[in-house]
């Protein structure tokens, strides 16, 4: 799976990436790749009870990566604090958005969809593009 995000995220043009998929299905170690894959060293950290996570890198075409995990969102307030239209109107920022069915029904320009799941003896990774 890291392996598989760096790849992709390295080619990337989208700036929305939204991960869809069951808990353990691999979308945060999807995250973890990219970032790595990105020039991140540090740690990576699920943000599932913070809900957003924000990484400043150096000397690559994204300036800022936001990471959302909104499977323990539980209201609108805290959707807003969120701020995702800041990220999304960004140009240098890269916005990754785990379980973003659980947000305010959103269209985006140039988003990339990533859906997850389980096969009998390994997992599926499927992506799409829309905008």
Same mark, same amino acid.
């Given at each position: 799976?890291?392996?598989?995000?760096?790849?992709?995220?390295? $080619?990337?043009?989208? =700036?929305?990436?939204?991960?869809? +998929? @069951?808990?353990?299905? +691999?979308?945060? !170690?999807?995250?973890?790749?990219?970032?790595?894959?990105?020039?991140?060293?540090?740690?990576?950290?699920? @943000?599932?009870? !913070?809900?957003?996570?924000?990484?400043?890198?150096?000397? $690559?075409?994204?300036?800022?990566?936001?990471? &959302?995990?909104?499977?323990?969102? =539980?209201?609108?307030?805290?959707?807003?604090?969120?701020? &995702?239209?800041?990220?999304?109107?960004? @140009? +240098?920022?890269?916005? &990754?958005?785990?379980?973003?069915?659980?947000?305010?029904?959103?269209?985006? @320009?140039?988003? $990339?969809?990533? =859906? %997850?799941? %389980?096969?009998?003896?390994?997992?599926?990774?499927?992506?799409?593009?829309? +905008?």
């Amino acid at each position: 799976m890291t392996r598989l995000a760096g790849a992709t995220i390295r $080619q990337a043009r989208a =700036r929305v990436w939204l991960l869809r +998929g @069951p808990l353990g299905s +691999g979308k945060t !170690t999807f995250v973890r790749g990219a970032l790595r894959a990105l020039g991140h060293r540090g740690r990576v950290a699920s @943000p599932t009870f !913070t809900l957003s996570q924000s990484y400043n890198l150096r000397r $690559q075409r994204w300036v800022r990566v936001v990471h &959302i995990d909104a499977y323990r969102l =539980r209201s609108v307030r805290e959707e807003a604090a969120l701020d &995702i239209t800041s990220a999304v109107s960004d @140009p +240098g920022c890269l916005l &990754i958005i785990e379980w973003p069915e659980k947000l305010s029904r959103r269209s985006w @320009p140039n988003v $990339q969809r990533v =859906r %997850f799941g %389980f096969l009998p003896h390994g997992r599926r990774v499927v992506f799409s593009r829309a +905008g």
